[in-house]
């Protein structure tokens, strides 16, 4: 599976941003997909995940702002990102997780994109 992150750029605080994922392969329907971020001098760190079937999981930090969805005739995942505050600024990740059961950690997915900058002005 290879992924290619896009739709990251600058924005003021209380904006808006859709992050796309574009997978190739004939079974992404089959993968959990997830958005990680990367802040300078940070750790990547897990902000949301959806499963094959369309289940959803949030990191507290973004819960009620972030929504992550996907489109699996297209082969892609979104992750729509309303109230952006300067602490959202990051690199963001997707990445596919090939086994089973949930996880929010980097080693549980097998396949990373690119990652795509976002950057949030006070």
């Known amino acids: 599976v290879q992924l290619q992150a896009f739709g990251g750029g600058l924005v003021q605080a209380g904006g808006s941003l859709r992050l796309s994922c574009a997978a190739s392969?004939?079974?992404?329907?089959?993968?959990?997909m997830g958005w990680f971020r990367q802040a300078p001098g940070k750790e990547r760190e897990f902000v949301a995940r959806?499963?094959?079937?369309?289940?959803?999981y949030y990191a507290y930090s973004v819960k009620g702002r972030f929504t992550i969805s996907r489109d699996n005739a297209k082969n892609t995942v979104y992750l729509q990102m309303n109230s952006l505050k300067p602490e959202d600024t990051a690199v963001y990740y997707c990445?596919?997780?090939?086994?089973?059961?949930?996880?929010?950690?980097?080693?549980?997915?097998?396949?990373w994109g690119q990652g795509t900058q976002v950057t949030v002005s006070s």
């Open positions: 959806i499963s094959g079937r369309g289940t959803t």
């Open positions: 990445a596919a997780q090939g086994g089973p059961g949930y996880s929010e950690s980097v080693g549980a997915y097998d396949y």
């Open positions: 392969g004939r079974t992404f329907s089959s993968y959990a």
